[in-house]
């Protein structure tokens, strides 16, 4: 190929090579994208094999053609089809073998596999808006697609008709601001190079790209390579003087690297890189310089150092690398990022205006995004500046896989912060990044969820930046490794609260004081995380807690550190496998009183940090914690704990729920004379009057209470308490208040005083207690919680022809337990989502149907999810005949109006969140009266917590943060890691369930227990995260 | 003992002759590697990590002599011809500021890390100190003076792929095969290193050896992985 000598051969080529693309396009073009990520998940398999298959059947109407990556990287390999019949047709998750069928049933018969196509209208394509990557479907190797694209005219368009000033005014109109993190105004940048008095120029490109998780930078560089090239001359040209530029790519990216260099030779040898380019007399070349493993060599004047063949340390600034003396071997230097290159061509090209219909009013134009980590869609995403983040995550990239938690996204790599929840409405722009804390780097977001521990994230980063640190000044040297220091004796349990002191003031100094960008924003992450995450670090300091259960030394197994009673989970489990089942049942009944509730109802939060779930699925604990008390009511077997040497004190407790129960289990064994009031003529608090008997049979719900009786606990039924005061004056030294939340949220919407419209709990008290309550033929119940299913799952057992489950959100963001969901889904509920009730419409008082309006989600709210607004005009009207209310529930704390404890929102008692006390003395409060409704082993936990506080109190103690417990005698658990076999993928073992039928009609338990054999089986499955580290 | 490439493994009597402290033969490939040597100068080996293991600290002098190879007259030894490519970059790249740093990542890919030797060579020929050239390469991770396996894993420590359990692969090598960051395995095949991240995020966890790139690596996966390289 012969170098083109003026602008007409190059018009006269892209003519040519237009020609080529649209001969090319009446084809079924086959594009097998070629990115690093997807060759190393095997495409280059897949284009080999659509080329043989092609070839073998003889397929003339088909081209086979290599492109570079358009972002989809979590489903690599991705194959695009253009035909005229279906349009673009993407592929995903192909491999070789799924090659044939392709080509038999779309290339030749013409109807695409849909199974393994991408749906198009998702939100992931609809919601980008596609600029800077908009070459990604060529082959980067082949210049003359780009030249058919328009490439290489902006080029000539500067070269012929525009004067260096009006380029670098081009681009200020456009509002182009360096994309590779700090934001400068790249027209400004150009504008003080342009000034500087002096002969020879350069222009560099940072293609350092050293933050992990960011890798925009390569997918332009490997699929894109010649918007740089064109980009740069473009620069070079208006800024005048410079002959010659260099890119700085990292060594971690050989084909990014191979890609530009093929590129380079290429724009060589069409005379489009030299000397006389377009016969305009202008001359430019590029070479490539590698790096050799160095993240501060993204630094600007490091990397100039190391372009020069020196130790990448940063310079003292000024001089400027734009002014003499400053930049590379002293000239002045302009340094930009690879992105922001890759904008000037098409600036050019289509104008500023263009380019700044999109983005905020200081942050114009698209930006690409690297959205890694927990998320469903990982890939690269191009939106305008400004889109909200909580859209990014949540709409393009799918939300937080495996049913967990968001925490927080993780944003502008080691230089940058966590940004948490409440802040997913930001836009995502220059400015409002950097009020939050953090800054935009070069686009990289890690989505992080509740097993991310913030603690270890800060210190991961200040790892990172310690081990890339250039050691030439004081503040990052010694600096970074000090706030390492303070950050593992956190993760430790060494930690104090005025570490946290230390760790800011140093974050502050060391941000303040260091050379370069590396050290000044290497804080960053630490105050972040302290800014948004407080909490975290002093559970850490303050409870020996590590929330996300990552932090190993703070604990042996994540199940049992998770569990808020702390239960030896592996240690009765591994009983279970050797058939010690009288041990392990009293392995468990000595911290947790009702194994045989807790066994049946619990939210097992344990369950879900199972390190077993990376290989299959997490063990069934629920399952083997009920099956061993179960086995132990069967078998008669008894575990009474030694009652202490009785005290004089007496304790009163207000309720005789969980909490209540497990705070007198606890003081009774302290020796206490414990009484418990209990209003209902039954005990067990919501356990008795909340959860059906399907779920919790009353008579194991009787048993586990009569334990505590034995224990010498007198609870008295049917006795509300209204005075506080009259309990000390009858000669109680403390009382603690565990009247649960049992009083029925109230929509406030008209006709709920028609007959047959119930408050869900009150429902269900009364068919607990075994009242007669009329349940119509159809029952709508509103809400998403535990107590609407229960409600549902209730009035269909007693008669209910249909049920509907109305909720305002979506089915994602119900808090009920899954299981309960899907058992609800499989008895024939009825659910109906995004919708909300008016109006109860009643005839003659009695309810005949409900008004209800459809709700659509909008911005985000500070838990992280969307909020409904209810769509105007949407309004329905539905049949029904009775109506249930489980929105939520308050505690009933009128009783406590004149005892001058402090209340909170809602009607909660007020307590130290950790001593459980009021304010006050010798009252304390816990479970659902403290924290609203939650669950059964956190009101257990709440029990202990105040039986220790109350036990420090009456011993004249001072109160402590931390529960104390006495050891135990010592139980002698196996000790044997599992085996290779046991480590297998294997399923969970299913306990048998009763037939549909018997589901629907009865209140019949329904799910049974193990079987021993089947419970040894599935106690086999425990990896025993306990034993390791020992 | 040292992994050397196998083609210097080919050639070199240390290889040939195991049974012999491999300081005390003549021409074995690290004392030829030095600039113009005939092979009996022991300067390298007083710094060589195998003479401070196994020496016992003994005083280094050749003993045995003539079992290097019978070369054909006139030809190469493979340690020349490395010698004589790093001569043929230094000098076309003499002229050029910045150099040393392409030298030395050329001279590295040749041979597998920088021998003492070679460093003085290009020092010497590059006229720069060589506390200067020690320098830049004791600066930028991916210079070694050490010989690694003769496949290289890398880990990915980014962010995502921290956040996606990388952190469990590195205890799986530690665990199944002893491994840790900057160990190589005792047959010399593998050795691990830590990487802050290949760019390839959208596929967490990530790890490359040699040029393969390997992603959503499970822990359970490891052992077929390694096995599949010969």
């Known amino acids: ?422 802040h997913l409405n930001t836009p995502v722009d220059y400015e409002a990044v950097t009020a939050l804390g953090a800054i935009m780097g070069s686009g990289g977001l890690v989505v992080m969820d509740e097993d991310s521990c913030m603690v270890d994230v800060a210190k991961y980063f200040l790892q990172f930046t310690r081990d890339e640190s250039c050691g030439k000044c004081t503040p990052c040297r010694a600096g970074i490794p000090k706030m390492i220091e303070i950050l593992e004796k956190i993760s430790r349990g060494e930690g104090t609260i005025e570490d946290l002191d230390t760790l800011t003031e140093l974050a502050e100094m060391i941000s303040t004081v260091s050379l370069c960008g590396l050290g000044q924003t290497s804080p960053n992450p630490v105050l972040t995380t302290l800014r948004y995450f407080r909490e975290e670090y002093e559970a850490h300091i303050i409870d020996k807690k590590c929330p996300a259960a990552v932090c190993r030394a703070l604990f042996r197994s994540p199940c049992q550190h998770t569990c808020p009673v702390g239960l030896d989970i592996p240690g009765y489990i591994s009983l279970i496998k050797e058939g010690r089942f009288a041990e392990a049942y009293k392995l468990i009944k000595r911290r947790n009183p009702f194994p045989s509730i807790c066994g049946r109802v619990c939210h097992h939060p344990c369950e879900s940090k199972c390190n077993r779930a990376q290989i299959d699925e997490p063990l069934a604990i629920n399952d083997l914690k009920r099956f061993v008390a179960d086995y132990a009511l069967e078998q008669g077997i008894e575990y009474v704990p030694l009652v202490k040497e009785r005290k004089k004190e007496r304790v009163a407790i207000i309720g005789a729920g969980p909490a209540g129960l497990s705070a007198a289990w606890d003081l009774a064994v302290e020796g206490y004379q414990v009484t418990v009031f209990e209003a209902l003529p039954v005990a067990g608090g919501m356990l008795a009057v909340g959860i059906p008997e399907y779920r919790l049979p009353r008579e194991i719900l009787r048993k586990e209470v009569q334990e505590v009786e034995k224990l010498g606990v007198d609870i008295r039924l049917n006795t509300p308490i209204n005075d506080i005061d009259s309990l000390f004056k009858e000669g109680y030294q403390a009382v603690f208040i565990a009247v649960g939340a049992h009083r029925g949220v109230k929509m406030g919407i008209p006709g709920e005083d028609l007959r047959g419209v119930y408050d869900a709990i009150e429902f269900l008290k009364e068919v607990n207690l075994g009242k007669e309550i009329q349940v119509g033929k159809k029952v709508a119940v509103i809400g998403g919680g535990n107590s609407a299913i229960d409600a549902a799952r209730v009035a269909l057992r007693k008669g209910a022809e249909e049920v509907h489950l109305f909720y305002r959100r979506e089915r994602k963001d119900m808090p009920a337990i899954a299981e309960e969901i899907v058992a609800a889904e499989e008895e024939g509920i009825h659910f109906h989502f995004l919708t909300i009730p008016t109006k109860i419409l009643g005839r003659d008082g009695k309810v005949v149907g409900l008004e209800c309006v459809r709700m659509e989600l909008r911005e985000f709210d500070r838990s992280g999810r969307k909020t409904p607004y209810p769509i105007e005009g949407s309004e329905y009207r539905v049949d029904i005949d009775t109506v249930i209310e489980a929105i939520g529930q308050k505690p009933d704390t009128s009783f406590l109006e004149r005892s001058g404890i402090k209340l909170g929102r809602g009607g909660v008692v007020a307590v130290d969140r950790r001593t459980l006390a009021t304010d006050r003395e010798g009252v304390f409060a816990g479970g659902d009266a403290v924290t609203g409704p939650c669950t059964v082993i956190e009101a257990i936990a709440a029990g202990q917590r105040a039986a220790s506080s109350i036990k420090r109190f009456l011993q004249g103690k001072k109160l402590s943060p931390l529960v104390e417990r006495d050891s135990y005698e010592p139980i002698d658990i196996p000790s044997q890691p599992p085996s290779e076999e046991e480590i297998k993928e294997k399923a969970r073992v299913k306990a048998g369930k009763i037939s549909m039928s018997e589901r629907r009609t009865s209140f019949k338990e329904i799910v049974f227990s193990y079987t021993p054999e089947q419970a040894r089986e599935e106690a086999s499955r425990c990896l025993r995260c306990d034993l390791e580290g020992e | 003992m040292f992994c050397c490439p196998e083609t210097i493994r080919d050639e070199c009597p240390a290889f040939k002759y195991r049974n012999l402290p491999c300081w005390q033969i003549e021409g074995t490939y690290c004392k030829l590697l030095d600039y113009g040597q005939r092979g009996d100068s022991t300067d390298i080996c007083w710094v060589c990590q195998v003479y401070k293991r196994y020496g016992n600290g003994e005083p280094i002098e050749i003993k045995h002599f003539g079992k290097g190879f019978n070369r054909p007259e006139g030809a190469i030894s493979y340690a020349g011809r490395i010698f004589k490519e790093i001569q043929e970059v230094i000098d076309r790249t003499r002229g050029q500021a910045g150099a040393i740093i392409p030298v030395l990542q050329h001279a590295q890919r040749l041979i597998g890390y920088l021998p003492a030797p070679v460093i003085k060579t290009i020092s010497r020929d590059l006229k720069i100190s060589l506390s200067e050239v020690y320098g830049i390469i004791s600066f930028y991770h991916f210079f070694s003076t050490v010989p690694k396996g003769k496949y290289v894993i890398q880990v990915c420590m980014g962010t995502s792929c921290y956040v996606k359990g990388g952190q469990r692969l590195l205890d799986a090598f530690k665990k199944g095969w002893g491994l840790e960051p900057g160990m190589t395995t005792a047959d010399g095949k593998f050795s691990l290193e830590t990487v802050r991240c290949l760019g390839c995020c959208g596929l967490s966890p990530v790890m490359a050896i040699g040029s393969d790139v390997h992603r959503k690596v499970k822990a359970s996966e490891l052992r077929d992985i390694l096995t599949s390289y010969p």
Not at chain 1, 219 to 241: Q, R, T
Not at chain 1, 265 to 277: M, P, S
């Open chain 1, 1 to 422: 190929m012969k170098p083109l000598k003026s602008v007409e051969e190059l018009e006269n080529l892209r003519r040519r090579a237009q020609r080529r693309l649209a001969e090319q396009e009446k084809k079924i073009q086959v594009k097998v994208h070629l990115g690093t990520c997807g060759i190393s998940s095997g495409a280059n398999k897949v284009l080999e094999a659509f080329i043989r298959e092609v070839e073998a059947r003889k397929l003339l109407d088909v081209v086979v053609l290599r492109a570079a990556c358009i972002g989809i990287c979590g489903r690599e390999p991705v194959v695009t089809v253009i035909d005229p019949r279906n349009g673009k047709v993407i592929y995903c998750e192909l491999d070789e073998h799924k090659v044939p069928q392709i080509v038999e049933e779309h290339l030749v018969k013409g109807k695409p596999v849909k199974e393994w196509t991408m749906d198009l209208d998702e939100p992931w394509f609809k919601l980008q808006e596609i600029r800077i990557m908009h070459n990604q479907d060529l082959d980067p190797l082949d210049i003359e697609q780009y030249i058919a694209r328009g490439g290489y005219q902006a080029l000539a368009k500067v070269l012929t008709q525009m004067k260096p000033d009006e380029v670098i005014d081009e681009i200020r109109k456009s509002g182009l601001r360096g994309r590779g993190g700090a934001g400068f105004p790249t027209a400004r940048k150009w504008g003080f190079v342009r000034s500087a008095p002096a002969v020879e120029k350069y222009v560099v490109c940072n293609a350092d790209e050293g933050d992990p998780g960011a890798y925009m930078n390569r997918a332009v560089l490997e699929g894109n390579p010649h918007s740089i090239i064109e980009g740069m001359a473009i620069g070079a040209y208006a800024i005048g003087n410079v002959r010659r530029g260099y890119v700085y790519v990292r060594a971690e990216y050989p084909l990014a690297i191979e890609t530009l260099s093929h590129a380079i030779a290429q724009a060589r040898e069409y005379g489009l890189l030299g000397k006389n380019i377009l016969g305009t007399g202008f001359e430019f070349d590029i070479d490539i310089f590698p790096g050799a493993g160095a993240f501060v060599c993204g630094e600007e004047t490091a990397l100039l150092q190391s372009i020069e063949g020196r130790r990448g340390n940063p310079r003292q600034r000024p001089p400027f690398p734009a002014n003499i003396g400053g930049g590379l071997f002293g000239k002045p230097t302009t340094i930009n990022n690879v992105e922001t290159w890759s904008n000037i061509p098409q600036i050019i090209l289509k104008g500023a205006d263009w380019f700044a219909s999109v983005g905020t009013e200081k942050s114009k134009g698209t930006k690409t995004f690297c959205l890694v980590g927990k998320v469903k869609n990982t890939g690269l995403v191009e939106v305008p500046l400004g889109t909200p983040l909580g859209k990014i995550i949540f709409d393009i990239g799918g939300g937080i896989p495996g049913g967990k938690k968001f925490k927080a996204v993780q944003i502008g790599g080691p230089s940058g912060g966590v940004i948490p929840a409440e």
